[in-house]
Every structure is written in structure tokens, then in C-alpha cells.
């Protein structure tokens, strides 16, 4: 379960000051699926990187599974994220130099676990996304919805209880962007918690629960 209360984020730019988040409030249970929608720089990524542990607010309390996450250390918090969240992106950011493969077993690797069973859960990760055979594929010689797949495989691959999604079709042909949309509300029947930016009011209105965000503020 997510808890935010009061949560607040400032961005100082030389002397000037974005209130990017202006005391946000909300409650996510296991298992939903949330869509976040609103302006763009209303701060929906700045929400997101901070449900996601890449961020930290400037004040507020968030509580994830119990665990009061503000007061850990980004050593704990990097394990945290590791073990709990998977992330997906807009521009995919996989890493170029890197196969498919080696791109999903990557946060396999910084967990520690052994060459075989990481060996056994990329085959299986990225067959449960169809990629079965891309596997050594590189970045440059796959299609964005591919990469879109093999993102989604690297965020699974941990089998974390939460998906965010930023954006995860904007660069994708409404096809493609379907196919994602697929795959990450099939995890959520599974019973992954889903929270997905997204501009397209269409993709927005298929979540079960929508939220607003306009000025930092949910509305
Ligand atoms: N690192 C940063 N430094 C300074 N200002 C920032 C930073 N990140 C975001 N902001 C500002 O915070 C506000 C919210 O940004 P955010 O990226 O969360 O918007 P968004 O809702 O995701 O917009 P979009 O739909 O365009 O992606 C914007 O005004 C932005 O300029
Ligand atoms: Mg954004």
C-alpha cells in the first residue's frame, strides 16, 4: 500500500522556485490500477518519481508497505525500489551497449541473484512479452513497442507489487500502444498495483480510478 500526506516539492532554479507539488494527499491500495492525468508541468512525473523512490519530496510523509520510506538512507532506499517497483518510461531507457537479455537481467544482477535462475526468468520474462525471439537483439534493432516490451519485462523481472507507468505509449503508434496498455493491465490482473501517467483521455478513462493533478494539487 502507497500513502502520501502532505506531500510537497520544491525545485529552486537560481533564485526562482517551482512548487511542483502542493501538499498532495492520497492513498493507494494493493491491486488497483490508477490513471494520473492533468496539464503538462502540473507535476504528475515529479508524483511519480516520487511514489518511485527516484525522488524525495521536500516535505510530507510517504509511506510504503509500512515502512516510512523519507527516513531510510538511498542505499535502503535503492533496495526498496528494487525489490518492490518496477518502472516504466517514456523513452524506454533501456541501456544501448546491452542485448534484450542483458538489459532484463540487470536488476537481477544488482540483487545478487545466480547466473542460472537469472538465465531461466529472461527467457520467461521476455516470452511473456513476446520477445522470445529478440532475445539478443541490441536497442538500435528493435522497434520502440519492442523496447517498450523489453522495458516492461526489466520492471517485471523483479516481481515487484507496484508498476508505475509514465507515459508508457507516448512515443508509440496507437497499435504499439495498445499492445503495452495490454500487458501492463494483464499484470494488474494479476494483482499488480498499476499507476499510469498518460495524456490520452481514452487509455486514461479504461483505469478503475482516475486522478487529476492541475497546479500540483490533486484536484
Ligand atoms: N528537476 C527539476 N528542476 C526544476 N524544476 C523542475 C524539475 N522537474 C520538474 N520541474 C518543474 O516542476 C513542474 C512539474 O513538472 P513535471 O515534470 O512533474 O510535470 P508533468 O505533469 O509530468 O508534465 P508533462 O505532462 O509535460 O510531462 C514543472 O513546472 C517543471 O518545470
Ligand atoms: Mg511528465
Do not use: C, W
Amino acid at each position: 500500500m502507497i500513502r502520501l500526506e502532505h506531500i510537497h516539492r520544491y525545485f529552486q532554479v537560481g533564485e526562482h522556485t517551482v512548487h511542483a507539488l502542493n501538499d498532495i494527499n492520497l492513498t493507494i491500495n494493493k491491486g488497483e490500477y490508477v490513471s494520473v492525468m492533468g496539464p503538462s508541468g502540473s507535476g504528475k512525473s515529479t508524483l511519480l518519481n516520487i511514489v518511485a523512490l527516484l525522488d524525495r519530496p521536500s516535505s510530507g510523509r510517504y509511506v510504503l508497505n509500512d515502512i516510512d520510506v523519507i527516513q531510510r538512507s538511498d542505499d535502503e532506499l535503492a533496495r526498496i525500489r528494487r525489490e518492490n517497483i518496477g518502472f516504466v518510461f517514456q523513452f524506454f531507457h533501456v541501456i544501448p551497449r546491452l542485448t534484450a537479455a542483458e538489459n532484463v537481467e540487470m536488476p537481477m544482477i544488482l540483487a545478487g541473484i545466480n547466473p542460472k535462475e537469472r538465465k531461466q526468468r529472461v527467457l520467461e520474462a521476455l516470452a511473456a512479452v513476446s520477445l522470445q525471439d529478440r532475445i539478443h537483439h541490441k536497442p538500435n534493432q528493435l522497434s520502440g513497442g519492442q523496447l517498450q516490451r523489453v522495458a516492461i519485462a526489466r520492471a517485471m523481472i523483479m516481481r515487484p507489487e507496484v508498476v508505475l507507468a509514465d507515459e508508457p505509449t507516448g512515443n508509440l503508434d496507437s497499435k504499439a500502444g495498445l499492445e503495452i496498455m495490454e500487458l501492463l493491465e494483464n499484470l494488474n490482473r494479476q494483482g499488480v498495483t498499476l499507476i499510469m501517467i498518460t495524456h490520452d483521455q481514452v487509455l486514461g478513462s479504461r483505469a478503475l480510478r482516475r486522478i487529476r493533478i492541475v497546479d500540483g494539487q490533486i484536484e
